[in-house]
């Protein structure tokens, strides 16, 4: 039996295939459209995902949607009303987007795909959010926490679910405009950073600060002991503004929000230098991101621990966007009591694709587990042939042996060059997992500035993350409990301190002391594990720089056009795709 999810319409829209409840393929719309965070309908991801399997989309048993459209509405014609007349300007754009768009989803799909009314169904936002991390996991039951900026109405649910028979029961739910996500994204608007992307840089920019807010954002959001939030209103708009998300009563708290074009320099060396007046001014926005980055972790580690207390169970799967935020992840792991965590790599909104096509198959329909996602590289793959049709009119060489591609590797990083990664399929949600890298010899303190400033033309404080075996998580980093069996180091979804004396080795990896590790076992993907050992082998540290292959403001590269491309446009030393190595 053949399932089709689908998430779009608000961002990174997605789609997923289920053959059998097996994932076959699954991607982000963006990767095809090289639209950042494309939230349309993502045809060109059900292409890709219909050819990866074979199929027409006539033979399609199902295809399920990860939110119910009509509740939606509810909730935005309810906000409108409730905040009228100071949502007349949300509620002109939100009803043109519903009127064209939005509204037609279910013929849309018909239209697109040629299926019958019978065949659509719908699920809604956090479920698909819960079954996403569920339904991959490898727990036989655990306890569920969903948490992002809003679906219908639910902005975070608690509940538990089992494998036999599959079922997943929400039993408790926060609700707009009560949002955990909403509130780090009105954080993230005012520290000059876009919505629903810029979250990872409050995240990036919150260890140069201090949690000296604390007290104020108590008062604007009232936390309970089980992690609900009751936010006020008065410092908010987004519950009835498009385009603004913080009222003035928050500004009257916090100042002017930062200019998106100010530089972030600190009184911190890595920052670079600048006159004083600037560093204080960052200084205090450092001091407010790291607030609502301690605030969100007191928050989920409340929630985490309610839900230990209550559920009894020892597993965790955590969804939404917010199970992205790597450092709070930490907090879990060590803290909150369960055992084990688990969340799925495109935890956000695309993830929501899959959620809904495997709550589909194993709730609905009634059928038994048979795949646990053990890796990320479900995307779309290229054959050598068109690898080598690409590299036609360069000077790239063949490499004839693993061997040798791999000692050609390491030597391009002993020598102290950037390396664009481009191998197999791409992974699926947002972070490059060694099948869309930029590496680079994580030794070299300098590392961090020449890929930030010459080949990503990003942010100077962005920091980069380490990849490094399984097996030596343990000896470099300060995990506590054993996390080198944990899956989010697999997926790049926790941020552990560095052992003392292995930190200061890889200043290019060393955020102020941590670093959001990829773990990587040979079986997953034997040639960067290759690379990774014989550079370890070679100079005693077995961990490599690994960065997304984008350029700031694009998708990362999914074909190798997409790849050549951004390694003509930037200060990239050298390209590996497939068997082939191209030197500038
Ligand atoms: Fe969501």
Redesign the pocket.
């Known amino acids: 039996m053949n399932i089709l999810g689908i998430s779009c319409y608000y961002h990174d829209a997605a789609a997923a295939l289920l053959r059998d409840g097996v994932l076959v393929a699954a991607a982000q719309e963006e990767r095809f459209s090289r639209i950042k965070n494309d939230p349309s309908f993502p045809k060109l991801a059900i292409e890709f995902c219909l050819k990866q399997a074979g199929l027409k989309a006539a033979e399609l048993d199902c295809v399920v949607l990860h939110e119910k459209p009509l509740l939606k509405l509810e909730r935005f014609l309810t906000s409108a009303l409730r905040y009228w007349p100071d949502a007349t300007s949300l509620f002109q754009q939100g009803a043109i987007s519903w009127m064209k768009q939005k509204l037609w989803i279910r013929s849309r799909i018909m239209e697109e795909l040629g299926v019958g009314r019978a065949k659509l169904l719908f699920v809604e ?1 956090h479920m698909a ?1 819960a079954a996403s991390a569920f339904f991959c996991s490898p727990f036989e039951d655990a306890a569920i926490l969903t948490v ?1 900026g809003v ?1 219908e109405w639910a902005t975070a649910t608690m509940g538990t679910a089992i494998s036999s028979p599959c079922g997943i029961s929400l039993t408790r739910e926060m609700r707009f405009p009560d949002s955990l996500g909403l509130l780090y994204s009105t954080f993230t608007a005012f520290l000059g950073f876009e919505v629903n992307e810029g979250e990872y840089k409050v995240m990036g920019m919150a260890p140069y600060g201090e949690p000296k807010y604390l007290d104020e954002l108590h008062r604007m959001a009232r936390l309970h002991e089980d992690g609900s939030l009751e936010l006020d209103p008065r410092y908010f708009s987004f519950q009835y503004s498009a385009n603004r998300s913080f009222s003035d009563a928050f500004r009257d708290v916090f100042g002017d929000p930062r200019d998106p074009a100010l530089e972030f320099v600190t009184g911190r060396a890595d920052t670079g230098d600048g006159p004083e007046e600037l560093k204080r001014r960052n200084q205090h926005y450092a001091d407010i991101a790291a607030t609502v980055q301690r605030f969100t972790e007191d928050a989920l580690l409340r929630m985490a621990v309610f839900l230990r207390r209550t559920s009894g169970a020892t597993n965790l799967c955590l969804a ?2 917010v199970a992205l935020n790597s450092v709070a992840n930490a907090h879990l792991l060590r803290d909150s009591g369960f055992q084990r965590l688990f969340i799925q790599p495109a935890a ?2 695309a993830g ?1 694709a899959l959620g809904a096509a495997q709550y589909a198959w194993h709730v609905l329909l009634g059928n038994k587990r048979s795949f646990v996602m053990e890796h990320a590289y479900w995307g779309r793959s290229y054959e050598n042939g068109d690898l080598a049709s690409a590299l036609k009119d360069t000077n790239a060489e063949h490499l004839a042996s693993e061997d040798m591609l791999t000692q050609r590797a390491v030597q391009d990083l002993l020598d102290g060059r950037v390396i664009g990664w481009f191998q197999g399929r791409f992974e699926w949600g947002p972070r490059a997992l060694g099948n869309r890298s930029i590496l680079a010899d994580p030794r070299r303190g300098e590392m961090k500035k020449i890929v930030n400033h010459k080949i990503k033309f990003r942010e100077p404080f962005r920091p980069f993350a380490p990849v490094v075996p399984e097996a030596c998580v343990n000896s470099l980093f300060e995990a506590g409990p054993d996390l080198s069996q944990q899956y989010p180091a697999r997926f790049m979804l926790v941020v552990l301190p560095w052992k003392d004396e292995v930190g200061d080795k890889v200043p290019a990896v060393n955020h102020l002391g941590t670093g959001r590790l990829q773990a990587v076992r040979p079986e997953w993907n034997p040639r960067y594990y290759s690379v990774l050992e014989a550079f370890g082998q070679a100079t005693g540290i077995p961990v490599l720089m690994n960065t997304s292959f984008n350029v700031r403001g694009e998708p990362i590269v999914a074909s190798p056009q997409d790849a050549l491309r951004t390694f003509r446009n930037s200060g990239l030393d050298a390209l590996y795709m497939g068997e082939y190595r191209l030197e500038k």
Request: no cysteine; aromatic share 0%; hydrophobic share 0%.
């Open positions: 936002h959010h992002d679906g939404g966007g956000g909104d929501g």
